[in-house]
């Protein structure tokens, strides 16, 4: 026995037999998805498949055969995938748009203009001192108050262990609050 015949090699016959039962097992997964039937499909191996639907089909099976044995597998996956084409239904006509699906249109863009739109534009220009942040200074202002009646002597020698115990607050809100009383500004200014 030869290795080619009519021209090709065992291997290539094997091939494209192997890509006609690939197509078959599509058709076969979309016959049993239009009928509903996924159930008997899915987790089964592809020859499982196959042998169901060809149970089921028996003309395909012929056709199947009738290819194999002849050696012209191309040319029935090339008539299978032109049926198959022919044999889609249409498409229904498009609906109406959904006005309360409105606010998407600017997402519908290309990504080039989205990104233009969104782009950072210069900062506005403000004063960081005007704009408050993080938490307000409770802590602070009570530290604040409580160290104005105290002698400015006595806060000058403390350490700020002591003003720790002393003030209930961290050495950071007393070191804070002292250099204000020190500096001679008033609770209302902070």
């Known amino acids: ?3 080619k015949s009519k021209g090709r090699s065992l291997l290539e016959r094997a091939g494209e037999e192997a ?3 690939n197509e078959f097992w599509l058709i076969a997964v979309s016959d049993a998805f239009q009928r509903h039937l996924m159930a008997r499909v899915v987790g089964r191996p592809a020859s499982e498949v196959l042998d169901l639907y060809f149970s089921e089909h028996p003309h395909m099976k012929q056709f199947y055969d009738r290819h194999v044995d002849v050696g012209t597998c191309a040319a029935a996956i090339a008539e299978l995938r032109s049926d198959r084409e022919t044999s889609l239904p249409s498409l229904p006509p ?3 748009r959904n006005p309360g699906f409105d606010w998407t249109d600017p997402f519908r863009a290309p990504p080039s203009e989205i990104a233009a739109r969104t ?3 210069p900062a506005p220009a403000q004063d960081p001192i005007s704009r408050p942040r993080g938490p307000r200074p409770a802590k602070f ?3 604040l108050t ?3 009646k105290h002698d400015r002597n006595d806060l000058v020698r403390m350490t700020e262990e002591t003003m720790r115990a002393t003030f209930g607050a ?3 809100v007393c070191r804070k609050a002292r250099a204000a009383v020190q500096s001679g500004v008033a609770l209302s200014e902070k």
Request: charge should be neutral; avoid cysteine; glycine fraction near 4%.
């Open 146 to 148: 409580a160290m104005q």
């Open 119 to 121: 782009a950072p534009g």
């Open 170 to 172: 961290s050495r950071d």
């Open 1 to 3: 026995m030869t290795t």
């Open 19 to 21: 890509s006609l039962l």
């Open 94 to 96: 498009a609906s109406p």
């Open 141 to 143: 202002l009570f530290v």
